[in-house]
């Protein structure tokens, strides 16, 4: 059972950083893209950055060179790095894995909350 587990979520001041990890377990095989996305309250979850097994990137409107992607050696860890915080940036925060069989699966979300 594929399991994507996210962390790294807090309350952060306006300007400040975060940086969110996703450990994705129980499969043989390497995901051919991952990513996250985002939920804020009353809003459509949206991409914010996704990379793919042989490192193309692709950012969403929010990340607007903020926030970084990048795959951790071992490929089964993607993190993202959040800089230069908005209020605008609150929210739930969703790692996500698609593998070449067609499956896709999500991670349960972080909260992300930043205060002015």
């Known amino acids: 059972q594929v399991q994507l587990v996210e962390s790294g979520g807090g309350l952060v001041q306006t300007g400040g950083s975060l940086r969110l990890s996703c450990a994705i377990t129980?499969?043989?095989?390497?995901?051919?893209?991952m990513g996250w996305y985002r939920q804020a309250p009353g809003k459509q979850r949206e991409l914010v950055a996704s990379?793919?097994?042989?490192?193309?990137?692709k950012y969403g409107d929010p990340a607007m060179g903020r926030f970084t992607v990048f795959i951790d050696n071992d490929k089964n860890t993607v993190s993202l790095q959040l800089t230069n915080l908005e209020a605008e940036d609150t929210g739930v925060y969703y790692c996500?894995?698609?593998?070449?069989?067609?499956?896709?699966?999500w991670g349960q979300g972080t909260q992300v909350t930043v205060s002015s």
């Open positions: 996500h894995a698609d593998y070449e069989n067609g499956e896709n699966f």
């Open positions: 129980g499969s043989m095989f390497d995901p051919e893209v």
């Open positions: 990379v793919t097994v042989d490192f193309r990137l």
